[in-house]
């Protein structure tokens, strides 16, 4: 977005272990290799990188980080030299908002740097009204950009409404990072108990292996591997009718599911898939406001699936039809690659 608008931009990155980001179409400079879950070599990786990205800084006008922890690096890098500083935020961590001692001290760091900042940009606007402007005495500028697809329309005009029959199956997908085994629970009690109106079609990367194998060693189940996200979207949304995009049963402190917009609700969107969510999230407001899905209060897998198995060929083709006739800037960019660059600018007037 910032080259499209006539910035020169310049890419720092760290390389991550075992992750495979999308491709980068410009020149970059690698600062270090940094590994998940391993914070005490991150560190070490993240102080020696300071030089290196004190020389880049030196040379621009602003530095634009991504992540609360790369915007810590980049103030550091650019102490005393006087520029700008935007943050982009797309998720809260546990930490950020803990009521003990610890949550405490690290909000009041978190607030030293975010004085220093002059912009934070965030996927969700929950994360600028209840946390930033909530949680932070400092009422920093924000900038709501969510996690709208940079994909041509033309792309969906391929997935044309198609009226489900009264008894075909419903395939329903689950795309991404399967890591939640209370969503994989459910999945399985669905095909196990009504596999004859119900298919699952998981995609991405597994985390939980043996719930994995559990479900995929069922009639009804298919896994289709890694894909590249956008590349390979159009071929996995193809095979399915509806899309998984429930979290587990919330706990107290899971504001961050709360306040979250994710991916696939977008995509679900673009493809005209409907879409299962949790109630009380960002998402099921929309589902609920839009009627594009089916909303889930339950925590018992069994209850749930039980439920899900309750809904009809009608309802399905209710919300298809809903999805499809959506306005398209409700899942595309359209103008804020425009906003970005005004707002950006503004910070220089």
């Given at each position: ?44 990786v993240f102080l020696q990188a300071i030089p290196k990205l004190r020389r880049l800084v030196k040379q621009n006008d602003l530095v634009y980080s991504s992540g609360l922890d ?87 005009e391929t997935f044309l409404p198609q009226q489900k029959p009264v008894g075909e199956k419903i395939r329903i997908g689950y795309f991404g990072l399967l890591r939640c085994k ?125 439920k899900i198995a309750t809904i009809t060929n009608d309802n399905f083709n209710i919300w298809q039809n809903n999805i499809l006739s959506l306005p398209p800037d409700i899942f ?18």
């Open positions: 977005m910032l080259q499209k608008n006539g910035y020169n931009v310049e890419v720092a990155v760290f390389d991550r272990d075992n992750y495979k980001p999308r491709e980068i179409h410009t020149a970059y400079t690698v600062l270090g290799n940094i590994s998940h879950g391993d914070y005490g070599r991150r560190l070490r790369m915007l810590f690096l980049s103030v550091i890098s650019s102490l005393f030299l006087k520029k700008k500083q935007v943050v982009e935020v797309g998720d809260i961590r546990e930490i950020q908002v803990d009521k003990s001692w610890k949550g405490k001290i690290y909000r009041k760091i978190e607030n030293w740097f975010l004085k220093r900042t002059h912009l934070v940009v965030v996927t969700s606007s929950a994360f600028l009204s209840e946390y930033f402007h909530g949680y932070h005495s400092y009422k920093i500028k924000g900038l709501v950009l969510e996690n709208k697809l940079d994909m041509d329309l033309s792309i969906r209370w969503s994989l629970k459910v999945l399985t009690q669905l095909v196990k108990n009504y596999g004859d109106r119900f298919e699952v079609v998981l995609a991405g990367l597994i985390t939980h292996q043996n719930e994995h194998d559990e479900i995929v060693a069922l009639d009804n189940t298919s896994y289709l591997g890694l894909y590249k996200s956008p590349d390979d979207l159009s071929a996995i949304y193809a095979n399915v009718d509806m899309i998984w995009a429930c979290y587990q049963p919330f706990e107290e402190n899971d504001y961050n599911l709360r306040w979250a917009r994710p991916n696939r609700f977008y995509e679900s969107c673009f493809f005209g898939k409907p879409l299962f969510t949790r109630n009380g999230c960002q998402d099921a407001f929309e589902v609920k406001k839009l009627n594009i899905g089916y909303l889930i209060d339950d925590s018992d897998p069994e209850i749930t699936s039980g595309v960019y359209t103008r804020e690659d425009l906003e970005l660059k005004e707002t950006i600018d503004h910070l220089f007037n």
